[in-house]
């Protein structure tokens, strides 16, 4: 390793920037409803990183409290997304995403 | 030090969601979930916020995850899913959107820096502060009306997952409108998880 080598905040921004497209690509391209929140999750933790990134660089401390924030809206999301997945479930028999179209018409 | 640490853990994270995008069996899916949030958490951890990790493990790597294998092995999904394509040229769209939502972001972080005041709740490090002491003071003070309304949006969602999965009385079999309205396309339906090379 270079001696004079530092990670600075951009890298984090940048790996940040990178899981969220890949959590953004994924929702896009995947059927399975339960995978599709799993991408759901992976962009919200990219924002997370980007909130702590960026309470390091300003040295502020609030960035850290809104990932709190951000924590319980997904564990309040997850809860919900699963429950309607779980109600789908029992009703169609399926969990892919193009399985519930009865209002395309 | 914090170099390799951050090359190693940061790869983990990444290599984590490609899996999760990648993998066939939603178990595997969870399972590089996991690996990709407790390397975002030892990121935390060399961004110095130590209680933002902790909570990250305990809420996200476990309880989140913890979830989502319950719920797979509830439903019985855990077996591979279709690789037909319903919407023409969908996969090849997302990509295109993918990469153009790479190149702007890269764009806008080698050419734009973000301005503001800094230090408007208090810096990171106070001496004889350590971090969640940091934290809960911030928490317990400046957003203290937001954290209130986070417990009535916890209720909320607890409450409201209870309705939803509740199973009532009268659906303990499925009515029969359901199994007409079902009909049309439950043959297709069935065959997309019973047995996916069927369809391919």
Redesign the interface.
């Known amino acids: 390793m270079i001696a004079d080598f530092v990670i600075t905040d951009s890298y984090y921004l940048v790996l940040a920037a990178l899981m969220f497209t890949i959590g953004a690509v994924g929702l896009l391209v995947r059927r399975n409803v339960l995978i599709m929140f799993m991408c759901v999750e992976l962009m919200l933790n990219a924002a997370n990183l980007t909130f702590v990134t960026f309470a390091r660089r300003l040295n502020d401390i609030g960035g850290q409290v809104i990932v709190f924030f951000t924590l319980v809206v997904a564990a309040a999301e997850v809860a919900i997304g699963l429950a309607i997945i779980v109600a789908i479930f029992r009703r169609r028999r399926g969990a892919t995403a193009d399985d519930v179209d009865l209002l395309k018409g | 030090m914090?170099?390799?640490l951050?090359f190693l853990f940061?790869g983990g994270?990444?290599a984590g969601?490609?899996g999760?995008?990648l993998?066939r069996n939603?178990v595997h899916?969870?399972l590089f979930?996991a690996q990709?949030?407790v390397c975002?958490a030892v990121?935390?951890l060399l961004?110095?916020?130590e209680?933002?990790a902790a909570?990250?493990v305990i809420?996200?790597a476990s309880?989140?995850v913890v979830?989502?294998l319950f719920?797979?092995m509830?439903?019985g999904?855990d077996r591979e899913?279709?690789v037909t394509e319903?919407i023409k040229y969908?996969?090849p769209?997302?990509?295109a959107?993918?990469a153009l939502?790479?190149a702007e972001?890269?764009y806008l972080?080698g050419h734009q820096w973000?301005t503001?005041?800094?230090?408007?709740?208090?810096?990171?490090h106070v001496k004889g502060q350590d971090?969640v002491e940091?934290?809960a003071r911030?928490?317990f003070t400046?957003?203290l009306w937001?954290f209130e309304i986070?417990a009535a949006?916890?209720v909320?969602?607890?409450v409201?997952?209870?309705v939803?999965?509740r199973?009532s009385g009268q659906?303990a079999e499925?009515p029969l409108d359901?199994d007409l309205?079902?009909q049309p396309?439950?043959s297709e339906?069935?065959s997309?998880?019973s047995s996916p090379e069927a369809t391919s």
């Open positions: 914090r170099e390799v951050f940061g994270a990444l969601s490609i999760v995008v993998g939603p899916c969870a979930l990709t949030l975002v990121l935390f961004e110095d916020a209680l933002v909570v990250q809420v996200y309880a989140v979830l989502f719920v797979i509830l439903l999904v899913e279709a319903p969908q996969r769209a997302a990509i959107i993918g939502v790479i972001i890269l972080t973000a503001g005041a800094s230090s408007v709740h208090g810096t990171i971090n940091r934290v911030v928490l400046d957003f937001p986070t949006l916890l909320i969602a607890v409201g997952s209870i939803l999965a199973r659906r499925p359901a309205l079902d396309e439950s339906g069935a997309v998880y």
